[in-house]
């Protein structure tokens, strides 16, 4: 079964330090793609960053980095330099490559607040 | 440059009714997906939609149904509504097998 698990409903994070949101997941197919995606309160999700499953090196976009590690199956996301803009709901979630359909499989979700 | 845009923004919908919700992709995608929200959860892939056709399902009953126009828009049907269809109706769109995802901002939908 294809899974993604995010087991911290909610974090706490000062502004301005760094905080690593967890994730989890679960495929038989050998390649897939990871992403992570902001929702604030108005609904729409915001793409973040993403990593494919045969990407050597881990993904960065800006403040955001993704800590890919294959044998675990995890891809926990990186925020530095937190800012109050970034509380917020965030999700992980995962395409299978060969999943023609190209549906998204997503976790329940962490639920960060930033601290002045 | 638009991106998704859905309407309406909120619903409000008595059980056994049955409600359209509406998406217009980003400009350049051709494909359209659907996933429902609860409250407190992730979205759940419904259906994605693709040249008119529908590509892929999810574990979603019969009740919901969807069409896409030439124009790559998309509607989203729910027939006999339930209490627990309650939720936010997010509208993706993506340009063929591409990987580049665009959210439109949902429908929220509440059946009293």
Redesign the interface.
Known sequence: AQK?T?TQPGMFVQEKEAVTLDCTYDTSDPSY?L?W?KQPS??????LI?QGSYDQQNATEGRYSLNFQKARKSANLVISASQLGDSAMY?C?M?PFF???????????TELSVKP | DAGVTQSPTHLIKTRGQQVTLRCSPKSGHDTVSWYQQALGQGPQFIFQYYEEEERQRGNFPDRFSGHQFPNYSSELNVNALLLGDSALYLCASSSGGGFGYTFGSGTRLTVV
């Open positions: 993604i995010q793609g992403f995606y108005s609904g729409e999700m915001i793409f993403y999700f979630a395409r999943d023609q359909g190209g549906k998204l499989i997503f976790g329940q979700g």
